[in-house]
């Protein structure tokens, strides 16, 4: 079983890339935080930490600096400019390293009070081997929580023409890979297989519907998701170039429309290290 250093990771990391994910992470880390409860004064390892936003806002949040590992070379340079750019380099630091193999000193395994991971175990060939590495580098009674995708949750209504076969197709290109679309179904129990006893579970909602301010947002990032991976789409699949590009125009004039919505939940589960 291949792991996070083999993987084949479908979300592109040049630059154009990386500024829709940190738009994507300015909508979804106020959720996250909500979600967390952060009291204050906790010690925290942030697994897959990409563009280290949410790390430096748990690190603002708790008072202490997080520990965020990345294995993205691209994405720890962007974290560390975007850190200096927004004068926040005091609340994260971001380390090399792979989510089944942490780059943790002795003294720190073992110590954490929090350890989080989110849109990394649906990347991953053995999304349990990562989950069991960050149960290791949990304190006794630390929590481990986990936020990631099922990507047979989205639904969007009006339905575009030919969007819901689109979906299934890019979902497909997961599985070809060896990785899991739906993995956000099975947080509970990768929690539990991996040691730790399952706490709580909930959907953290990521959508929006014709008239909210950030509406296009979320439109535009549904299209570039799809958009970065034509390649594996469109070579595998019932979908050739010309069908793909109608379909994605074809959303894109739906999410002009006064009653496009969509309706999506990210996957959120938590356990403690007994």
């Not at 738009?23 to 010690?43: C, K, Y």
């Not at 993205?72 to 200096?84: C, K, M």
């Amino acid at each position: 079983m291949r792991g996070v250093a083999d993987s084949e990771y479908l979300h592109g990391t040049h630059p154009e890339e990386q500024e829709r994910l940190a738009r994507l992470n300015s909508l979804l880390n106020a959720a996250s935080l909500e979600a967390l409860g952060l009291a204050g004064g906790e010690r925290i390892l942030d697994v897959g930490s990409g563009l280290g936003q949410l790390a430096r806002a748990m690190g603002k949040a708790t008072g202490r600096r997080v520990v965020g590992v990345e294995r993205s070379e691209e994405q720890r340079a962007a974290a560390d400019r975007l850190a200096r750019e927004a004068g926040e380099t005091d609340f994260a630091e971001f380390r090399a390293g792979e989510a089944e193999s942490l780059p943790l000193a002795p003294s720190e395994r073992g110590s954490f009070d929090l350890v989080h991971t989110r849109f990394v175990l649906e990347h991953v060939r053995d999304p349990l081997a990562v989950v069991r590495e960050m149960v290791r580098a949990a304190r006794p009674g630390g929590r481990i929580v986990l936020e990631d995708d099922d990507h047979d949750i989205l639904r969007l209504w009006p339905e575009p023409e030919g969007f819901a076969d689109l979906w299934k197709t890019y979902a497909g290109t997961y599985a070809r890979i060896g990785c899991d679309p739906i993995v956000g179904r099975r947080l509970v129990s990768l929690l539990s297989e991996a040691g730790a006893r399952p706490r709580r579970n909930r959907f953290l909602f990521f959508g929006g519907c014709a008239g909210e301010p950030d509406f296009p947002l979320y439109a535009e990032n549904l299209a570039l998701i799809l958009d970065g991976a034509r390649e594996p789409i469109v070579s595998g699949g019932p979908f050739d170039a010309a069908r793909f590009d109608r379909t994605l125009e074809a959303f894109r004039e739906w999410a002009l429309g006064p009653e496009a919505a969509i309706w999506y939940a990210m996957s959120w589960a938590e356990g403690i290290r007994p």
